[in-house]
């Protein structure tokens, strides 16, 4: 099993910056895909963005590509989501999540395994 704990979410002025961290513990392992959902009220979950643990290559949707930037950090565990420039439809539930593959996250929405999320508020 795999813990996930978000942190980082704050209430911020638009045009600011923010940085999601991800800690993963537990029965961690080297083949998988770390990355970052959101989440609207009454909206499901969008795929934003992840990271191929082992070999750093990321992936990200349409809507965030250029302003959002995904990394990790292998000797902490962490995977962290860079948010530039942020706007008021910015704001929302982030989730971080991992997956066994790519697809699973950017193609069907769903991950293996799921944190609680971290809530983002961007004020115009």
């Known amino acids: 099993q795999v813990q996930l704990v978000e942190s980082g979410g704050d209430f911020v002025q638009a045009g600011d910056s923010l940085r999601l961290s991800c800690t993963a513990s537990?029965?961690?392992?080297?083949?998988?895909?770390m990355g970052w959902f959101r989440q609207y009220p009454a909206n499901g979950r969008a795929f934003l963005g992840a990271?191929?643990?082992?070999?750093?290559?990321?992936y990200y949707a349409d809507s965030v590509k250029g302003r959002f930037t995904i990394s990790r950090e292998h000797a902490k565990n962490t995977v962290f989501q860079q948010m530039d420039n942020v706007q008021p439809e910015d704001t929302a539930y982030y989730y971080c999540?991992?997956?066994?593959?790519?697809?699973?996250?950017?193609?069907?929405?769903?991950?293996?395994?799921w944190g609680k999320g971290t809530l983002v508020t961007v004020s115009s």
């Open positions: 990271v191929d643990w082992k070999g750093g290559m990321p």
């Open positions: 537990g029965h961690t392992f080297g083949a998988y895909y």
């Open positions: 999540a991992a997956s066994y593959t790519i697809s699973t996250m950017a193609t069907q929405g769903g991950a293996d395994y």
